[in-house]
């Protein structure tokens, strides 16, 4: 079994900002074109809490800035 699409974030590291850094510099999604307004609307990130949930859509909402649609971000 190949373990090619593991990736893990570091203990020390900020979880939710390297989270979302990775998907926006295509590190999780490197065959994927998530330029333009709609390119992370096809990515689903699965969190265990609301607060993290809400979390992630402000961290995307400063890096992104402008008028795009963010992924679809769940909670267990």
Known sequence: MSMQNLFTIAPHAAFLTTLADRILDNTLTPDWDIGGPFGLA????ILPT???RL???E???DRLGGAVLLPDIRTF
């Open 59 to 61: 961290i995307f909402a």
């Open 50 to 52: 609301r607060r993290a």
């Open 42 to 45: 096809d990515i689903t990130v």
């Open 55 to 57: 979390a992630l859509s």
